[in-house]
């Protein structure tokens, strides 16, 4: 907070230092207290939502290994005598790709694409020219084609 409001300079590098070490803090007491990975998961979350929402690929790259290693760390504490290490991990694999799915669906449904960016529609109007009336209008080389102009 102190490299985003400018209290501390420079910028490029106070807002990694500070999201490096919000994303490390909870794994110091993770191994002691097993709730403390909802919050190392749940800071994460929120430093990957931020890094898609300010389009900054470095915070993104920050929160992803970040997401990994809690979710890698979770399975393994909790399901490991029953599972083994590889079934643990293909869980952990499993939760990354529903988790990164449902923030895909979330963030789309949140922000919907503007008229002119990729991925919104355009009015039907705009999609097909009008077909030109008349003897002048050339016939067309497909019966799907629109007449030439």
Do not use: K
Request: charged share 10%; proline share 12%.
């Amino acid at each position: 907070m102190l490299g985003w409001y400018r209290f501390v300079e420079p910028l490029w590098l106070t807002l990694p230092s500070g999201v490096l070490l919000a994303l490390l803090a909870p794994s110091l007491a993770a191994g002691q207290y097993g709730w403390v990975y909802a919050i190392g998961i749940a800071t994460a979350a929120a430093a990957m939502a931020a890094s898609v929402l300010l389009r900054n690929t470095p915070l993104l790259a920050l929160g992803a290994p970040a997401m990994f290693g809690y979710l890698t760390s979770v399975v393994v504490r909790y399901f490991h005598q029953s599972l083994g290490v590889p079934g643990a991990l293909a869980i952990t694999g499993v939760l990354i790709l529903v988790l990164a799915a449902v923030t895909a669906r979330l963030m789309r449904a949140a922000h919907p694409p503007r008229p002119g960016e990729p991925g919104a529609s355009t009015p039907s109007h705009l999609t097909h020219p009008p077909e030109p009336e008349g003897p002048t209008a050339p016939e067309p080389a497909h019966r799907d084609l629109p007449r030439a102009s």
